[in-house]
């Protein structure tokens, strides 16, 4: 099974872009679950969740909708195993309604193929072993072939990543450690990858950029149970739009797609 969804769903410029005009954020994600049967939690990044949040989402959401929460930057970018005990708890209703699918944890570019960072992904494998945890690194120094024999014997995945290939970041390599396989759309504009957050995601990919995937994902749905693609780059409504078209393209392909 093929999931296509988006990284995150309540943004304010989705709105006469994506959502309706006057879209309340309250109605956003049952308005999203309308058209996705799948979405990345990325508020989880920046601030630990709530069970009663996450208790709220998922009684908005209908039965066989799947989400990934993104690990708490306390994780990442911190390094504190100790945040991993609260965000479990925090997420423990979307697991209680069969809706979790696992967590991503995303690496900064500064955390580097390095002794002491593969001993911590070590660590994080056991901190979250049984949520079917899924890595991101950002730093080109990851991707060698002992990289993903390591993630194999920790049972943690790969994600799979299409950003600028110029700034020594991950190239777009379509592999899999597990039995899930994790693919991010993020951007190819390398001139606006460094602007902050808030520009680096503001691209939309064009119909032959994400045909490039087509192959890849098929091929990561020949070797594993489901495939997860999710669409960073938020700006105005893009990764909706974009998440859309890819979809069609696979079903086009005659996979399986949710």
Known sequence: MIYVGTSGYSYQDWVGTWYPPSTAKRDMLKLYAERFSTVELNFTYYRQPSARTIEAITKKLPQGFRLFAKANSQTT?????????PFKEGIEPARQ???????LAQFPYSFRNEPANRDYLKELAEDFDGYNPVVEFRNRSWSKL???DLLRRLNVGFCCVDEPYQLDLMPPAAEATTDTAYVRFHSRDKSKWYEGAKERYNYFYSEDELAEWKPKVRKLADITDAVYVFFNNCHAGHAAVNAEQFRKMLGDMGLTVN
């Open 77 to 85: 970018h911190r390094r504190k195993r100790e945040a991993a005990g």
């Open 146 to 148: 002992p990289v993903l």
């Open 97 to 103: 309604a069969g809706m979790l699918a696992g967590v």
